[in-house]
């Protein structure tokens, strides 16, 4: 089974600290997204990543950084968090399960931050 | 941009019940998704349509990409309380993996 696991299910910050969010994969995809879930609005892009190394802004970048050194990781960044980034965030990739052809994306099981 | 129109947004219906709701747009896409979340969770994939008219099941489930690539419909069959979540529609452009996302569709049943 494909598997997209993040590093906390439950996270609480105070506003201005440095929040990390870290996902890893264990597919060897090449394509790594992460989003963000609100009632009313659904889910938005943030940023995503089809390399190591490279990243491309979402709808919705701005408050947020990303780094993915490793193919298997896509941590997402918030420099200075602030109250309007609570949320649920989603990491996903992209790709095959193994034997298969075609390509679909997986979620991992979400984070949810509090910021106050 | 591109948008994805989801309907209906709620649904209370009986156990044993059928189920459709299904996702149109104005933009043409090359795969669809369909994604179910309860309370707390990621989204989890429930069906993958990759062809125009493709027609596929998965137990209860049966979704159809639309000929014109610009919709999508899902149907449940004698629904069951564990049914109960919120059901996404997604298409994907591109070749980057880029989706879209519908609002929902909510649903609750009653046993």
């Known amino acids: 089974d494909v598997k997209v696991t993040q590093s906390s299910r439950y996270l609480v910050k105070r506003t201005g600290e440095k929040v990390f969010l870290e996902c890893v994969q264990d597919m060897d995809h090449e394509n790594m997204f992460w989003y963000r879930q609100d009632p009313g609005l659904g889910l938005r892009l943030i940023y995503f990543s089809y390399d190591v190394k490279m990243k491309e802004k979402g709808d919705i970048p701005e408050g947020y950084s990303v780094s993915r050194e490793k193919k298997e990781r896509f941590s997402l960044i918030l420099e200075s968090a602030s109250t309007n980034q609570t949320s649920m965030y989603l990491c996903?990739?992209?790709?095959?399960?193994?034997?298969?052809?075609?390509?679909?994306?997986?979620f991992g099981p979400g984070t949810r931050l509090l910021v106050l | 941009g591109q948008q994805l129109n989801q309907s209906p947004q709620s649904m209370f219906i009986q156990e044993g019940e059928d189920v459709s709701m299904n996702c149109t747009s104005s933009s043409i896409f090359n795969t669809w998704l369909w994604y179910k979340q309860e309370p707390g969770e990621g989204p989890v994939l429930l069906i993958a349509l990759y062809k125009a008219g493709e027609l596929t099941s998965n137990g209860r489930l049966t979704a159809q990409f639309g000929i014109t690539r610009k919709d999508s419909f899902l149907n449940i069959s004698a629904s069951i309380p564990s049914d109960v979540g919120i059901y996404f529609c997604?298409?994907?452009?591109?070749?980057?993996?880029?989706?879209?996302f519908g609002k929902g569709t909510k649903l609750s049943v009653k046993p």
């Open positions: 997604a298409g994907q452009w591109g070749s980057q993996g880029n989706l879209i």
């Open positions: 996903a990739s992209i790709g095959s399960q193994r034997g298969a052809k075609k390509e679909t994306q997986y």
